[in-house]
């Protein structure tokens, strides 16, 4: 079901046809960058936390971390992982195929800075085992509600 909801909204936009299907697991970025043969930093890493009750997910390059005084500075509270078996429930896809696309309502969805490093990049599709290719503009196209972040960079 979460493949087909991530594939519904990706068909408005006509970019249904860039879906990956692997044979084996794509839910690690390491697992990822392998089977699509790219860098690691081109695969989006996609977090879901709990922020004063509510759901949001945070996109990030593959190889980016999230650093915890910067999203304390920014959402006023510690970073809070939604829990593992609830993240399907929480969010609409299961772990390890967490992506923007076909998500519950009541998530909201940020970028984090990391994934301007690259033109493309590859979010899961939904389930352990799927991807996307797709540009950062096409990405922010077909995500209408994001909101650009910074969680993953110092400033100097």
């Not at 879906?19 to 989006?44: G, P, W």
């Not at 915890?68 to 299961?94: D, R, S, T, W």
Request: some cysteine.
């Amino acid at each position: 079901m979460s493949l087909n909801n991530a594939k519904e909204h990706l068909k408005t936009f006509h970019l249904e046809n860039r879906i990956l299907l692997f044979e084996e697991t794509s839910a690690t970025v390491e697992e990822a960058a392998k089977r699509i043969n790219c860098q690691e930093s081109e695969i989006v890493k996609t977090l879901a936390f709990q922020v004063k009750e509510s759901p949001i997910i945070i996109l990030m390059a593959g190889n980016a971390k999230c650093k915890n005084n910067l999203f304390k500075q920014l959402f006023h509270e510690k970073a809070k992982m939604i829990p593992y078996e609830k993240v399907e429930e929480v969010i609409g896809h299961p772990p390890g195929g967490v992506c923007p696309f076909g998500i519950n309502d009541s998530v909201e969805i940020y970028f984090d800075v990391s994934l301007k490093e690259h033109q493309t990049v590859y979010p899961a599709c939904g389930t352990p085992n799927s991807a996307v290719k797709i540009s950062i503009i096409e990405l922010e196209k077909v995500v209408p509600n994001h909101q650009w972040i910074n969680v993953s960079k110092e400033e100097i």
